[in-house]
T-cell receptor, first 112, second 114 residues
């Protein structure tokens, strides 16, 4: 266990559904991230939050909407996804300014 | 259409041998270079990092070498064990980028034969 917990572990959703992924860490970290890992591309950074403020958005489509209510929780709200969005979504956290990021086990998302 | 998976380089070594995993990077201005290990069904796990002003750093059973002249990074694992079987990713933090803005390479799959 890395101390970063993601739920659910697996999710199957239709293209018209709305769902949310949850990430939680109690490591005292102040930076949290969403990454996408698909079979076709290397790990891709999606969003970065430092001290609850979004500091990076790597040209992610608006059908992905992040939310960081506090430094321990991070959500990824999903709506009207496409089949090509099927991937492993990984959450990570770190201390701001440190290179070591701790990853959760990911949510395996399948869009049908 | 047919989906094509990401082709991962593979490395197969005998238990007890040393492993060398290589990575080429493109951004000569990156501040840090990092190695991550990802076991099946798990998220990536930090192994070791090296700052751009260094050329070698050692950890427990691992050594990272940085050759800025040819933009090459390598991870050496001494006395490889079955538990080292995983996909290994190199990552870089671009100069001026936030510390969390990791740019990952494609990964190398390491298989350890008992």
């Amino acid at each position: 266990e890395t101390g970063v917990t993601q739920t659910p572990r697996h999710l199957v959703m239709g293209m018209t559904n709305k769902k949310s992924l949850k990430c939680e860490q109690h490591l005292g970290h102040n930076a949290m991230y969403w990454y996408k890992q698909s079979a076709k591309k290397p790990l891709e950074l999606m969003f970065v939050y430092n001290f609850k403020e979004q500091t990076e958005n790597n040209s992610v489509p608006s059908r992905f909407s992040p939310e960081c209510p506090n430094s321990s929780h991070l959500f990824l709200h999903l709506h009207t996804l496409q089949p090509e969005d099927s991937a492993l979504y990984l959450c990570a956290s770190s201390l701001f300014g440190r290179t070591e990021a701790f990853f959760g086990q990911g949510t395996r998302l399948t869009v049908v | 259409g047919e989906s094509v998976g990401l082709h991962l380089p593979t490395l197969s070594v005998q238990e007890g041998d040393n492993s060398i995993i290589n990575c080429a990077y493109s951004n000569s201005a990156s501040d840090y270079f990092i190695w991550y290990k990802q076991e099946s069904g798990k998220g990536p796990q930090f192994i070791i990092d090296i700052r751009s002003n260094m050329d070698k750093r050692q950890g427990q059973r691992v050594t990272v070498l940085l050759n800025k002249t040819v933009k090459h990074l390598s991870l050496q694992i001494a006395a490889t064990q079955p538990g080292d079987s995983a996909v290994y990713f190199c990552a870089e933090i671009p100069n001026g980028g936030s510390q969390g803005n990791l740019i990952f390479g494609k990964g190398t799959k390491l298989s350890v034969k008992p």
